[in-house]
Structure formats: C-alpha cells, structure tokens
C-alpha cells in the first residue's frame, strides 16, 4: 500500500516523466494508485505531465469520489484490474505510440501479440498479454471484460485504444509501462525478420 502524501507526489513527478518522453499526449491516459483507505486517480481530461498532487481525485474503497477533481471517465478500467489483482498497488493506462499500433494490429482474443524477445519483457509483462475487444472510449460495457483478463495477466491491450498496466507499487506500473512499449517498438522493428530470434519455453519458464 502507498502512503497518500508520497503517493501524490510521485504520481505527479511520474506522469510528467512518461508525458515528457512522448508516453502520452494531451490529456490522453490515466493512472490510478491503491491507498489504506481507497484510492487515487488521475482527474478526468488532465494531462500526466501538469497533474496538481493536491488535486487528484481520491476515491473511498466503494469508488465514490471523496476529494479532488472529479476522476477519470475510466473509472471502471482501474476497479476491473484493481479487483481483479490484489496484489497490483496501481494501474497505469497510456496511449504510447508503438504500443497502440500492436493494439491496432493485434486480433482481439490474442493473448501474444509481442513475443518474448528481452527477459525484462518477461520479466514485467509475463507470459501472456490479452487483447481486448474495442469499446468506445469511456464505455463501461468493458469492465468484464477486462476484469476477466486481469485475472490471469498482469498487462492487456485495448483493441485500437492502448495498454493498461499494473504494478505492485506505482514505480513497477510505470517501469512495466515502459517496458511493455519499448517491447512493442521492438517486435515491429523486426516484425518479418527471419533471423529474429525468440526466448524459448524454458528461458521464459526460468524468469517467471
């Protein structure tokens, strides 16, 4: 669990970090963090690199709004994978570019569509990364349908969205963000690339 005071602070230093190097653009993305007594979200069309810390939205364990600007539309987003996964401490949702374009790509119901070419890749993401159906943005038909997914993965794509990632604490969701995006860069570089070469079931068994 985050303490709240800090947890504001960094949500506000990271989202700044991830809009500043192109992670999300205008007031796209969303990130929400798990507090003792309910949670933090990002406010609804803000922008992660001008967050206010004494201004994001903090929810009671029910998700009504407590305090601070009125959440997110995506509310739902962040309860489906925060009820799903006790263990993640925050969820970040971004837009970020080569990510977006495997969700693109991507058929919904796929549960690979980067492969496992980095451990760290492994490492953060796992073994699988569920593509979801496209909804319209904000619509909350979705949340079974991500909460399914979250289950038994720890990052989705939004079909034609983006993807959501979560993390123990708010530092690993970012890091895992990043990877995931970094990731998706790569298998299109080589995407068609004979010689690319992939983890095997056991280097992948090993890291997880």
């Not at 492994?122 to 699988?128: A, H, L, Q």
């Not at 530092?171 to 995006?181: C, I, K, P, R, S």
């Amino acid at each position: 669990m985050h303490d709240e005071r800090e947890a504001r602070l960094l949500l506000a230093m990271l989202g700044r970090s991830l809009f500043e190097r192109g992670y999300s653009v205008g007031s796209a993305g969303n990130i929400s963090v798990r507090l003792p007594d309910g949670y933090l979200m990002t406010p609804t069309n803000s922008c992660l690199g001008r967050l206010d810390p004494e201004r994001i939205s903090k929810l009671a364990p029910d998700w009504s709004h407590l305090s601070g600007d009125k959440p997110t539309k995506e509310v739902f987003l962040h309860r489906a994978f925060l009820t799903a996964r006790t263990d993640a401490g925050a969820i970040v949702h971004l837009h970020s570019t080569y990510a977006t374009a495997i969700a693109c790509l991507a058929v919904p119901g796929d549960d690979a569509p980067i492969p496992p070419l980095t451990p760290y890749f492994v490492m953060r993401i796992g073994r699988t990364l569920p593509v979801i159906p496209y909804y319209r943005p904000g619509d909350a038909a979705m949340e079974p349908a991500v909460h399914k997914a979250a289950l038994t993965a720890k990052a989705l794509l939004l079909a034609n969205h983006g993807p959501v990632v979560s993390g123990k604490t708010l530092t690993d969701a970012v890091h895992a963000a990043e990877e995931l995006e970094e990731s998706a860069k790569l298998a299109l570089l080589l995407r068609g690339v004979p010689e690319t070469r992939r983890l095997n079931a056991a280097q992948v068994d090993e890291l997880l």
